[in-house]
């Protein structure tokens, strides 16, 4: 096959800093390369190189990049912006962030069509259209009309792909197009670049961090770690007999399944009573929470599962008294927790994003005593005591403790989120997403984390999220939510292996098995109508009959500890 | 928009209590203004107009008034009602702010973009230069300066140059085109600064942003980029400031109008407050809450037009 | 926007337009504070055979006014009385404006209605309505002035820090404190009034020149600095008044002049810390 | 690139819009019609309700009373032919002229002039606000007592003999009638034409041009607020044929910098100086400048019920410290005099001006007497040093330019520190009636032309002695003086009566205000007479 991109011992620094340190790659016609590493390793800067969007005024740039055999660098501007667009295509990370908010999604999809082939706006529309057909969106002309703002993440990023394959350009570059997506809908984006390579003979250069991804979908992969390529070759070759220790440490951060051995003892801790949260937005009532009732073992880890919008975040501000539920009770060890003194000594929260979940203007020191300085002030060396043992505790130089959280890592911050909860040293702690912001290799460390602590101070945990790997991981029991209400509980294995609801069948198929399980029914629009009554799920679920759509079916024991809330059974 | 009625209808009692309440603490009363009138005359006076009524009661007459629409006769200008010197003052502000908004918004979006285009090369730094200046300095210098050199200087020159007494630019009044150049351009000048400021941080801001990287991947070139993206998003931080800005010119600027001897409402607001004029003062403050609700409403309008996020609701997402 | 003072200031001190403004705001500074003193004349005393001399005649460096006072001395006093009332005034404002917002912005619901919808109200009266009543109800000295100017300002500041709390108030880090059970006023010092010093900072270096300009408008009604004390816009404003800009132009250009680049070097002060501040995150 | 073509447009545009723009008429004023600066919106042309000068100057032109003014400033026959006085200078019987009309056409009768008078001095008139100026109908017999609400409209001594004779009969003799008839006060009205005007409760008399029906030279064509007054002449008035102008344009210049822009680019025709230099420039360009005395005296008023300022040494010594001639030939230099007594050059005497006789009544910048007055005052009072007085100022720039020259003068020769308080006349006006004050700046202007009228403010009886000064000397002089028949005998009772208020320095003249003003060399006749009703007076006005 004839090589289309080819690059030549290229390196990129900025401000003396190396990004890019003498790369050399090249893709051929109609194949799929991969480009794997961690965050930060410069794979982006890549992609973007390739397209001559770094200015050399701000960036210093060596070596070649040749695209038909003529230099990307060298190249004026306006013969690039001949390139861009027409013969490669771009694909971003976060499709929401990359479209113009202000415009319609016709405008904008149809500009490369209307610049390189000169076809007129209608035209131009009426050829997009067909395009989105084909990508299974079953009302383009709705599609067109609305905003960017209106569309789920899945949705925009298809018309990304439909807008770069409209050109029929010769190489499409997709810079992590799935992370940011829901896991359901990430598979069916995957399948579309596969076909879009087969089928029209454009090669793809997928760009991601996660490597059993790239053996579902590239031909050949390159590991690229500090901006330097360290292996290349062919994906199956390389995954079975990975050369460099980079490559392995990536393997093994997600494929190791551990089966996890924990006694539960049957102490109830945490009950939770018939929840409704109730928000009013405009004239509508948005139901978050819709009775839900659950309770939580002394020292076991709950994992509840749900996809977004499923009403766990809510559940987790309501259990630590954030915010009052509209009704329904919470009682830990028999007593409303609203009414408990010092409840924070009892429960605490770890959040998803570490950024936002610290105070940039205090120190690390403050963070984490902030707990002991609101119950009660201690003195001044005792309250450094406690708080350097709780970052020993966490992994963590006691060093730390005077810089500020912009100064640290992500991992890091993580680590000082879990030792600031811990300074009370709560009976249950709550994790909301702490994972989802980090890559495979750092997710993996939190989780060894969250297991050493488990066993040396006997915590409970709820851990809440959409990644089911994650909670086969590390959970005793899971319960799954779909649009605030728990569908079905069980133990961990009885939940991944043999699923009862329709719904949880639905997620664990669509993350583990990776079948392409409810293509076309993924895209029903109205489920708002079943809002009150009835079971929530029985728009999409395979099986549903008269009585799913009046009465909301209750949560009926099947056996052992295995609940489910279907007419079914 | 019933919410948006009741909000409007509190404001405006609160503006008007505070504000009689605030007139009504001040020394000295209307009718000693030039001369001291013999006693007997100022109690005539003053039973004629109420003011001899204790607080309360004047208060309540003034609302029932209010409420019936009418805001009763000033106190200086004998025998006309406030709503009548209003109706004929109002048009000429609104006809000078009108041409100075405009005057500032087409060259405040010209420099702005211009230095947002051509960043840190020559062309910026000369505008943001100017815009700087047109900043700093006071409107009643900018006037003044104005009116010395293109209307006196100007007739001058033409005088000695033609034999001629014929002044392109009439040094005061507001009638004809001509008289009306000078004073736009001294009212613009300072709100243009502004405008031309604002849309070059917006459009910097706006032309890091992501969609503007996709835009230049889509092989837009430069000038494509900014017009069809980048404009239309730096505009909406402009538009969030012109309500006050629009509304506090539209009515009139005292200083503008005091060097021009433009008929306008600006000269009311100090001088009904320096005369005591109770029923103007109050009179201009009920209208000026109105004039300011009613545009700030139709840049909330207008910012819902062009920003569709704030148009259509989330909610009615398309898809999962 | 989450950032800290000192690495913002580091930014800010980066740019060379920045540290001209600077400098001239300290040599402002320095020469109000110590000029006069140099001078063999004081400010007030009236020399009749020496109306409206040019600069550096007779020893007036800068010549003289209307009553033959030396205008060297009368600059750098009416840049104490400017200045202050400038400083003063954007203080007052910053204090009354963060904490009307953040009250509001934190409390939420119903309150944070009423006191919107009062802020709105005073932000309605014309602000020369409330400025020109002030003065006459108090008579016209510094403090007078001052207080008219503040009463008018501070609602753009509240709604600046309003905005800012209501953003804060939905970040992990209020709700980590909320789950430690911090009441709300702990939460409104420790967390949210911290993360708004950049906003306050930028507000408070903005207001100081519209204060000054503010200022120099009143004296135009005559509304200013009662005499013989006399700040830069009584100053400009007299030599409009007493004397035609063909025959005296010093008189009105020499205060103008300072004016126009103390407000320059504020201007380009706050620019450049909006600027550091915007580009943090 | 394309935008720079852009540019290039954009410029085109711009210049041919200027280019474009300048066809249109000559600024300069037609033949025959003269521009003057009002200065201000005058707040009602209703002659019963106007109070200041801005009005005043177009009610002169617009409406006659039963005299009016020559050029001197003295009194002759307007709307009446001629008049009778009695002996005993107590009844004025005036026979109003065949063909007095109004701009209208119909004839002015006595009936017009009563209703007129009578609508001034009601208590409570229906339809507007009492009249500011009407305790100038007090010498009346029975019209203080109607306008204080207590007697009846008929007792007020006025009778409508026939259409044309009215019949007027006075409290006590009064010379100076026939002055004070010629006031804006005692300008006629047509009554039906006014009941026309009166819509729901309120009465348009006087506000817009079409409500306004005069008897005098002018009439007004066009009023548009705040911009322009516009009166053309009035072929009906009885002298019409002695009337050159066909048009006067009152313009509306508040700001001063831009009237003198105006006057020199030949948009106005007429400019107030108050700067030395710019009377020096315009004198030599083609204008006239002159200066003609306003009869408004400058002075201090001293509270002398103040604990202070009771002392008559303190106050002499805060006079004579000053230098009066240094403030009026360097600050001023305007054509101000200096005053060294209170009624003003202008004022008649007994055959020749009154200040002429009267002569000057103290001394002053003499700086050691001033000093030894101010010691032998102190020990009088037993304090050991001058405490700080207050000073109050209203907020117009002559009086706080005036203020601080003062302030400067008594710091240098008496080292005492003044404060000055800066606030609106009205707000002083009430500090000074209720005696919360010390030491304030006035200016007094008279209504008519005579002494009395600058005397009254130190009569105890007069409620403008805000000074509160009070000798019985004075007092018993100044009766006398108002029932003494005989002028010249009046006039020296009044001069002695000034004499005693001088020396007891109750107030402290500082100087008669001159104005000087800059005229278009092609007007010609302008005059600037010193009473407010004839502060601009076109009578005699022509163009060249």
């Not at chain 2, 048009?91 to 979006?109: E, K, M, T, W």
């Not at chain 4, 020769?413 to 003044?418: A, E, K, Q, R, T």
Request: hydrophobic residues 45%; charged residues 25%.
């Amino acid at each position: 096959m004839d090589t289309i991109l080819r690059i030549k011992d290229f390196s990129l620094s900025f401000k003396g800093k190396k990004i890019l340190d003498n790369i050399n790659m090249s893709v051929s016609k109609g194949e799929i390369l991969a480009v794997v590493g961690e965050s930060g390793s410069g794979k982006s800067m890549l992609a973007r190189s390739v397209l001559g969007l770094n200015s050399p005024d701000v960036f210093d740039i060596k070596g070649k990049i040749f695209f038909d055999d003529r230099d990307i660098n060298s190249l004026p501007e306006k013969e690039l912006t001949k390139i861009r667009g027409a013969k490669i295509g771009m694909v971003f990370q976060e499709p929401l962030s990359y479209l113009n908010p202000v415009i319609k999604m016709a405008s904008q999809l149809t500009e490369p069509l209307n610049k390189h082939k000169k076809i007129n706006k209608r035209k131009a529309a009426q050829l997009m259209e067909d395009f989105l057909r084909k990508l299974n969106i079953n009302d383009p002309l709705q599609y067109m009309k609305s905003y960017p703002h209106q569309l789920s993440g899945g949705m925009a990023q298809r018309g990304v792909i439909a807008m770069n394959s409209s050109c029929e350009p010769e190489l499409i570059i997709a810079d992590e197009p799935t992370s940011s997506i829901d896991v359901i809908v990430q598979y069916s984006i995957i399948k579309l670049i596969k076909d879009l390579a087969r089928l029209q003979g454009t090669s793809v250069i997928f760009i991601t961090h996660d490597l059993q991804l790239a053996a579902k979908i590239a031909d050949r992969v390159a590991v690229i770690s500090k901006g330097r390529i360290v292996e290349e070759g062919d994906v199956q070759e390389v995954l079975k007999n990975p050369r460099t220790n980079e490559t392995a440490q990536l393997l093994n951060a997600c494929i190791a399944e551990r089966a996890q051995e924990t006694g539960v003892k049957r102490k109830a801790l945490l009950e939770i009573r018939d929840l409704r949260m109730h928000f009013k937005s405009g004239n509508n009532i948005n139901r978050a929470l819709d009775g839900v009732s659950l309770t939580v073992y002394e020292g076991e880890t709950l994992g509840i599962l749900g996809e977004s919008g499923c009403g766990k975040s809510t559940l987790s501000r309501i259990i630590t008294r954030i915010q009052r539920p509209t009704s329904g009770k919470v009682l830990f060890e028999g007593t409303d927790i609203f009414s408990i003194k010092d409840y924070s000594k009892i429960v605490q929260m770890i959040f998803q994003d570490s950024i936002t979940s610290m105070n940039p203007q205090m120190r690390i020191e403050d963070i984490v005593a902030e707990g002991i300085d609101i119950l009660y002030g201690k003195s001044r060396q005792e309250r450094t005591k406690d708080v350097i043992e709780c970052l020993k505790r966490v992994g963590l130089d006691k060093s730390i403790k005077d810089r500020f959280p912009h100064q640290l890592s992500g991992g890091q911050r993580q680590r000082v989120g879990i030792a600031r909860a811990l300074i009370t040293n709560p009976k249950i702690l709550i994790c909301d997403e702490p994972t989802s912001y980090l890559d495979t290799v750092s997710q993996k460390h939190m989780l060894d984390l969250f297991m050493k602590l488990k066993n040396e101070i006997n915590l409970t945990y709820i851990f809440i999220t959409h990644n089911i790997r994650i909670l086969g991981n590390i959970s005793d029991r899971i319960a799954v939510m779909h649009k605030g209400r728990i569908v079905e509980i069980g133990t961990r294995d009885e939940i991944v292996f043999n699923p009862v609801h329709p719904y949880t069948k639905m997620l664990i198929d669509a993350s583990i098995k990776d079948e392409d399980y409810f293509a076309e029914s993924l895209f029903q629009t109205d489920d708002s109508a079943c809002n009150s009554c009835g079971c929530k799920y029985h728009a999409l679920c395979k099986r549903t009959a008269e009585k799913c759509r009046q009465e909301s079916p209750a949560l009926i024991n099947i056996e052992g500890e295995h609940f489910v809330a279907c007419h079914l059974f | 928009m019933l919410k948006r009625l009741a909000s409007f209808l509190i404001t405006m009692w609160l503006v008007v209590t505070l504000t009689f309440i605030f007139i009504r603490c001040l020394p000295g009363s209307p009718f000693n203004s030039d001369k001291m009138v013999h006693p007997q005359i100022l109690s005539n006076l003053n039973t004629k107009y109420g003011l001899d009524k204790p607080f309360h009661e004047q208060y309540l007459r003034y609302m029932q008034n209010l409420v019936k629409g009418d805001l009763g006769i000033s106190m200086i200008y004998k025998n006309r009602s406030v709503s009548s010197i209003i109706k004929r003052a109002f048009p000429v502000s609104l006809d000078l702010g009108i041409r100075a908004v405009l005057l500032a918004a087409f060259v405040g979006l010209l420099l702005g973009l211009i230095s947002a285009l051509f960043t840190n090369k020559a062309q910026d730094h000369i505008i943001s230069a100017i815009t700087m200046i047109s900043v700093s300095l006071p409107g009643f210098v900018v006037g003044t300066l104005l009116q010395y050199l293109l209307c006196y200087r100007l007739s001058v020159l033409i005088y000695n140059i033609t034999k001629v007494r014929f002044n392109i630019f009439p040094n005061t009044g507001w009638e004809g085109f001509r008289s009306t150049v000078v004073p736009t351009i001294a009212l613009a000048a300072g709100v243009m600064g502004i405008v031309a400021k604002m849309l070059r941080s917006s459009l910097k801001d706006v032309m890091n942003q992501d969609y503007i990287v996709m835009s230049r991947a889509k092989g837009l070139n430069k000038r494509e980029v900014v017009f069809r993206h980048a404009l239309k998003n730096a505009l909406l931080p402009l538009l969030s400031i012109s309500g006050p800005l629009v509304s506090s010119i539209i009515m009139g600027s005292f200083v503008i109008e005091n060097i021009f001897s433009i008929p306008g409402l600006g000269r009311y607001f100090v001088s009904s407050v320096q005369d005591k004029d109770y029923t103007m003062v109050l009179g201009l403050s009920v209208f000026s809450v109105f004039i300011v609700v009613l545009i700030n409403t139709l840049t909330d309008i207008l910012y819902a037009i062009v920003d569709p996020r704030v148009r259509i609701e989330p909610k009615d997402r398309l898809g999962a | 926007m989450l950032f800290s003072i000192k690495t913002t200031v580091r930014t800010v001190l980066k740019s060379k337009l920045a540290w001209a403004g600077a400098v001239i705001l300290i040599v402002i500074a320095v020469m109000a504070i110590a000029a006069p003193a140099f001078s063999p004349f004081d400010g007030y005393s009236h020399d009749t055979d020496s109306i409206f001399l040019k600069p550096m005649s007779k020893g007036h460096w800068f010549g003289t006014d209307e009553f033959g006072r030396d205008l060297f001395v009368r600059v750098w006093q009416g840049a104490r009385i400017s200045l202050a009332i400038g400083i003063l005034a954007a203080i007052i404002q910053m204090v009354i404006g963060t904490l009307y917002g953040g009250m509001s912005g934190l409390f939420g619901g119903t309150v944070d209605e009423v006191m919107m919808r009062l802020a709105d109200a005073l932000y309605s009266i014309p602000d020369l309505i409330l400025v020109v009543l002030i003065t006459m109800a108090m008579g016209n000295s510094c403090f007078s002035v001052i207080l008219a100017l503040s009463v008018t300002g501070w609602t753009s500041t509240a709604r600046v820090v309003r905005g800012q709390t209501l953003m804060l108030k939905e970040m992990d880090f209020v709700r980590a404190a909320k789950a430690f059970g911090a009441g709300r006023w702990y939460i409104m010092f420790k967390h949210i009034l911290p993360n708004c010093r950049g906003q306050i900072l930028v507000s408070l270096m903005l207001n100081v020149p519209s204060a000054v300009f503010a200022e120099s408008t009143l004296s135009f009604l005559g509304l200013g600095i009662k005499p013989p004390d006399a700040s830069w816009g009584t100053l400009v404003n007299e030599g409009f008044k007493y004397s035609n800009i063909t025959y005296h132009p010093w008189v009105i250009f020499l205060p103008l002049f300072f004016i126009a680049i103390t407000m320059i070097s504020l201007n380009i002060l706050g620019d450049e810390f909006k600027k550091a501040l915007d580009s943090k995150h | 690139m394309k935008l720079k073509s852009y540019h290039a447009l954009l410029l085109a545009v711009f210049v041919c819009i200027t280019l474009v723009l300048p066809a249109c008429s000559d600024v300069e004023a037609g033949f025959n019609e003269v521009c003057i600066n009002l200065g201000d919106e005058p707040p009602t042309l209703d002659p019963q309700l106007v109070y200041d000068v801005v009005p005043m100057r177009v009610i002169n032109a617009v409406f006659e009373g039963l005299c009016r003014k020559d050029k001197e400033g003295l009194p002759v026959p307007g709307a009446a032919e001629r008049w009778e006085i009695s002996e005993d200078k107590l009844t004025y019987t005036f026979y109003i002229r065949k063909d007095a009309k109004w701009s209208n056409g119909t004839p002015v009768t006595a009936k017009d002039f009563k209703d007129a008078w009578m609508r001034a001095l009601d208590p409570e008139p229906q339809y507007h606000e009492p009249a500011f100026m009407a305790n100038l109908f007090f010498c009346i017999k029975g019209a203080e007592a109607y306008a204080y609400g207590e007697g009846k409209a008929e007792d007020v001594a006025v009778d409508v003999v026939d259409d044309r004779t009215l019949r007027v009969t006075l409290v006590q003799p009064t010379p100076y009638f026939l002055d004070l008839v010629c006031n804006s006060v005692y300008m006629p009205v047509n009554k039906e034409f006014y009941d026309k005007q009166i819509s729901g409760d309120i009465s348009n008399y006087g506000t817009e041009a079409e409500a306004i029906l005069g008897n005098g030279p002018f009439t007004v064509q066009e009023w548009n607020h705040d911009e322009n007054i516009v009166l053309v002449k009035n072929d009906t008035y009885w002298n019409a044929d002695v009337i050159n102008l066909e048009k006067i344009d009152f313009k509306m210049i508040r700001d001063n910098t831009a009237a003198i822009n105006s006057f020199k680019s030949g948009e106005i025709d007429m400019i107030e100086i108050t700067d030395r230099m710019l009377a020096a420039e315009l004198e030599n360009s083609n204008c006239r400048v002159e200066a003609y005395n306003s009869g408004i005296v400058e002075y201090v008023t001293l509270n002398n019920e103040d604990p202070v300022l009771c002392n008559v040494n303190i106050r002499k010594a805060l006079s004579y410290a000053l230098d009066r001639k240094t403030l009026v030939e360097k600050i001023l230099n305007d054509g101000s005099k200096e005053a060294y007594g209170f009624v003003s050059p202008i004022v008649a005497g007994y055959n020749g001006k009154f200040r002429q006789q009267a002569g000057d009544l103290f001394k002053d910048n003499d700086i050691d007497t001033a000093r030894k007055l101010l010691e032998k005052g102190l020990d009088e009072l037993g304090i050991s040093e001058m405490p700080k007085i207050v000073f109050l100022v209203n907020d117009t720039e002559l009086s706080k330019r005036d203020a601080q020259v003062l302030k400067d003068m008594w710091k240098k020769s008496l080292d005492v520190d003044v404060e000055l308080q800066v606030m609106s006349f009205d707000a002083m006006a009430e500090k000074m009636m209720s005696k919360d004050y010390q030491m304030a700046l006035l200016t007094w202007s008279a209504d008519y032309n005579d002494p009395l009228a600058y005397l009254d403010v130190f009569s105890s009886k007069s409620f403008y002695n805000v000074a509160f000064y009070s000798n019985n000397q004075f007092e018993e002089l100044l009766d006398r003086a108002i029932r003494e028949i005989d002028d010249k005998s009046r006039m020296e009772l009044l001069i002695k009566a000034e004499q005693i208020a001088m020396d007891d320095m109750a107030v402290c003249p500082l100087y008669f205000i001159a104005n000087s003003y800059a005229v278009n060399n092609r007007v010609k006749g302008l005059v600037r007479g010193s009473s407010a009703i004839q502060d601009i007076d076109m009578y005699w006005t022509y163009v060249e």
